[in-house]
């Protein structure tokens, strides 16, 4: 089993940033693809970036393309995902996620496997 536990949420002027970390924890030596999703108000849950076990492989959305990061640093099992230039739009609770299936199946959230509890993103217009 694998938890995650993602921190760095909170509210920000449009056009600042934010670094959301996920810490995982249990079997950490198992390889997974690492994703963020959000999820906005009154919105169905949809991937932001994607990055699969050898770091090579990357994706994000369209919406967030140039302004977000996502990476890892594995001495300390911990994704990241830095976020500049935010938008109104970007408001959402964000959630780390681990899939033990390709990267390419992940993007509709139904070949995950395990989720974080979430953390808020607020940004004021």
């Known amino acids: 089993q694998v938890q995650l536990q993602e921190s760095g949420g909170g509210s920000v002027q449009a056009g600042g940033s934010l670094k959301l970390s996920c810490i995982s924890s249990g079997n950490t030596s198992r390889r997974y693809c690492l994703a963020w999703f959000r999820q906005a108000p009154g919105k169905k849950r949809a991937v932001v970036a994607t990055?699969?076990?050898?770091?090579?492989?990357?994706t994000y959305a369209a919406a967030v393309r140039g302004r977000f990061t996502i990476s890892k640093d594995n001495s300390i099992n911990t994704l990241f995902l830095q976020m500049n230039s935010l938008k109104f739009e970007d408001t959402a609770v964000y959630y780390c996620?681990?899939?033990?299936?390709?990267?390419?199946?992940?993007?509709?959230?139904?070949?995950?496997?395990?989720w974080g509890q979430g953390t808020q993103v607020t940004v004021a217009a």
């Open positions: 990055l699969d076990e050898s770091g090579d492989r990357i």
């Open positions: 996620a681990a899939s033990y299936y390709d990267c390419s199946l992940v993007a509709s959230g139904e070949f995950v496997n395990h």
